[in-house]
């Protein structure tokens, strides 16, 4: 199955083939499927951000306590995991450099 280069920007969580502007924190090469499979991920950290929201405005439940806020930094780690292995060299070297797989 033929991969086609993707550009990635992880503060809006776009996936684009396209290189406009700053959209290019990271570079991949991926199928459709692999795509589709980053999307949902990206999906998923929207809803829990969406949950943690609604959360801070409890004030009775502490941050350190909120499953949505966990949620988010799994699937933030999920991400960050996919889009190394889908990288480029650069970034791979980025994402190793930044640690997030360490944790």
Do not use: C
């Not at 004030?59 to 990288?87: C, R, S, T, V």
Request: hydrophobic content about 30%.
């Amino acid at each position: 199955m033929e991969k086609d280069k993707y550009y990635i920007n992880m503060g809006t969580r776009e996936i684009s083939l396209n290189h406009d502007g700053n959209n290019d924190d990271f570079t991949i090469y991926a199928t459709e499927e692999e795509v589709k499979a980053l999307r949902e991920v990206f999906d998923e950290i929207y809803n829990a951000d969406a949950e943690s929201f609604w959360r801070s405005h409890v004030p009775f439940n502490p941050y350190h306590n909120d499953q949505a806020n966990d949620e988010a930094d799994l699937d933030m780690k999920k991400a960050f995991q996919k889009i190394y292995d889908l990288g480029d060299e650069t970034t791979k070297h980025h994402i190793t450099e930044m640690g997030v797989l360490n944790e």
